[in-house]
């Protein structure tokens, strides 16, 4: 199965709003709203910063949102920060009982 | 405090095997699924396998269905990952990690590298 797919890059000022997109199929994304997002700066452990299309963990500042349509899943950061800068990750649940991953979107603060 | 605790990775060449070992704390073990992800140098998360709470219930990525075998130890706290017939294309950091689809903590990782 191919990994979800996301943009390889994004860039915004810092304050600005960004959003990444995550495609997938209907085995995937579209059928379920178990999309999570996640958050790796280098060389550290990734961290969960959306589960379930759009729930924010405790501790995850409200900045950070998630939306879904069809088979597209979004992560929206709004009031972009310097600490913002990492990669980011998207994963489904699939059909198949298994987990995929997107790509991943290296996010850069100009 | 949620901790989790990788170990058995190391060098080992094409063809060979490894068993990692993960370690839990902190948290209701057997209520919760186990994952492994692995993340080859410089390159993106793959998931590879899961297990259920109980440890009836496995899942595989299709690059290590038949090579790699998931298990877990409820009374040791304990999630494995036996690795089979290893390729190159396996090296990565492998971390274990807590559920399957809302990983909310995650292993240090463990370096696994497949070279002759």
């Known amino acids: 199965q191919s990994a979800l797919t996301q943009p390889a890059s994004v860039s915004e000022s810092p304050g600005q709003s960004i959003t990444i997109s995550c495609t997938g199929t209907?085995?995937?994304?579209?059928?379920?709203?178990?999309v999570s997002w996640y958050q790796q700066h280098p060389g550290k452990v990734p961290k969960l910063m959306i589960s379930?299309?759009?729930n924010r963990p405790s501790g995850v500042p409200d900045r950070f949102s998630g939306s879904k349509s069809g088979n597209t899943a979004s992560l929206t950061i709004s009031g972009l920060q310097a600490e913002d800068e990492a990669d980011y990750y998207c994963?489904?649940?699939?059909?198949?009982?298994?987990?995929?991953f997107g790509g991943g979107t290296k996010l850069t603060v100009l | 405090e949620v901790q989790l605790l990788e170990s058995g990775g190391d060098l080992v060449q094409p063809g060979g095997s490894l068993r990692l070992s993960c370690a839990a704390s902190?948290?209701?073990?057997?209520?919760?699924?186990m994952s492994w992800v692995r993340q080859a140098p410089g390159k993106g998360l793959e998931w590879v396998s899961a297990?259920?709470?109980?440890?009836?219930?496995?899942y595989y990525a299709n690059s290590v269905k038949g090579r790699f075998t998931i298990s877990r130890d409820n009374s040791k706290n304990t999630v494995y990952l036996q690795m089979n017939s290893l390729r190159a294309e396996d090296t990565a950091v492998y971390y274990c990690?807590?559920?399957?689809?809302?990983?909310?903590?995650w292993g240090q990782g463990t370096l696994v590298t497949v070279s002759s």
């Open positions: 990690a807590k559920d399957r689809v809302r990983i909310d903590c």
């Open positions: 902190g948290f209701a073990f057997t209520s919760y699924a």
């Open positions: 297990i259920s709470g109980s440890g009836n219930s496995p």
């Open positions: 209907s085995s995937d994304v579209g059928t379920y709203n178990l």
């Open positions: 379930e299309v759009s």
């Open positions: 994963s489904s649940y699939t059909t198949s009982s298994t987990v995929i």
